[in-house]
T-cell receptor, first 117, second 114 residues
Framework: GAVVSQHPSRVICKSGTSVKIECRSLDFQATTMFWYRQFPKQSLMLMAT?????????EQGVEKDKFLINHASLTLSTLTVTSAHPEDSSFYIC?????????????FGNGTRLTVT | AQSVTQLDSQVPVFEEAPVELRCNYSSSVSVYLFWYVQYPNQGLQLLLK??????LVKGINGFEAEFNKSQTSFHLRKPSVHISDTAEYFC????????????FGRGTSLIVHP
């Protein structure tokens, strides 16, 4: 089955530094990837849609200069949290869909727990 | 725009008992419906989906859900739960047009007691 690998699973960084999270589709090509943020005991909040070879589409209220997304190939998308602050601490999850068909459910990575100290 | 309401934030149940997790949606157009499960510190895994056809959908791990258009519901059921079913369950809806990006409910925490 389709596998999405997300790395790292956990990261602790100091305030003011940047952190990069990778999302890879291991056995399929993902033209579109999605980045979500999940707060404790809450649902997933879509942050942005990442399209291979083009700029990401950010949801309203998400700072694109703070959350940099790069989708350089059909199997890799990265999310960089720049100048991280404690309020950026959260669980970040990526997902991927191989095509635009509604029959293609989203395949999720295992998430990255970011803690900013 | 579509929305999803999961009426119960937490559902405690004893092992081998039946369970129903409720989900209601709102949309002005036709929808596709999904249930995902999330185990602690992991991503989401698709349990089942409704696209069209039979309103009773069977998924993995013995779960099933029924699409009720008149009540705009898509409740998830399992006749006998196991300890290993303890997890967070998310209902999601996407519309039949546009980008098919699903909207997720707030989640229901299923807690199975021995």
């Amino acid at each position: 089955g389709a596998v999405v690998s997300q790395h790292p699973s956990r990261v602790i960084c100091k305030s003011g530094t940047s952190v990069k999270i990778e999302c890879r589709s291991l056995d399929f090509q993902a033209t579109t990837m999605f980045w979500y943020r999940q707060f404790p005991k809450q649902s997933l909040m879509l942050m942005a849609t990442s399209n291979e070879g083009s700029k990401a589409t950010y949801e309203q209220g998400v700072e694109k200069d703070k959350f940099l997304i790069n989708h350089a190939s059909l199997t890799l998308s990265t999310l960089t949290v720049t100048s991280a602050h404690p309020e950026d601490s959260s669980f970040y999850i990526c997902s991927a869909r191989g095509g635009s068909s509604y029959n293609s459910p989203l395949h999720f990575g295992n998430g990255t727990r970011l803690t900013v100290t | 725009a579509q929305s999803v309401t999961q009426l119960d934030s937490q559902v405690p149940v004893f092992e081998e008992a039946p369970v129903e997790l409720r989900c209601n949606y709102s949309s002005s157009v036709s929808v596709y419906l999904f249930w995902y499960v999330q185990y602690p510190n992991q991503g989401l895994q698709l349990l089942l989906k409704y696209l069209s056809g039979s309103t009773l959908v069977k998924g993995i791990n013995g779960f099933e859900a029924e699409f009720n258009k008149s009540q705009t519901s898509f409740h998830l059921r399992k006749p006998s739960v196991h300890i290993s079913d303890t997890a967070e369950y998310f209902c999601a809806v996407s519309t039949t047009g546009g980008s098919y990006i699903p909207t997720f409910g707030r989640g229901t925490s299923l807690i199975v007691h021995p």
